[in-house]
């Protein structure tokens, strides 16, 4: 399994553009991973939110 970590170390190691940052998505299973984690260490008090969600909300705020 691919960290997440890695796969960003990886992709600014390679040599970036403003266009690659840009346009730079981690793959399937590093969201998987960090879906994951979140729900792991998500407090018990807070509803759980789907990931598809969350991920809507960021990308139009960015």
Do not use: Y
């Amino acid at each position: 399994m691919t960290k997440a970590h890695e796969e960003i170390i990886t992709f600014i190691a390679s040599g970036t553009t403003s266009q690659s940052i840009l346009a730079f998505a981690p793959s399937p299973e590093a969201k998987a991973r960090v879906d994951g984690l979140i729900q792991k260490k998500r407090p018990i008090a807070f509803l759980p939110m789907k990931p598809a969600s969350w991920r809507t909300t960021l990308s139009s705020n960015i």
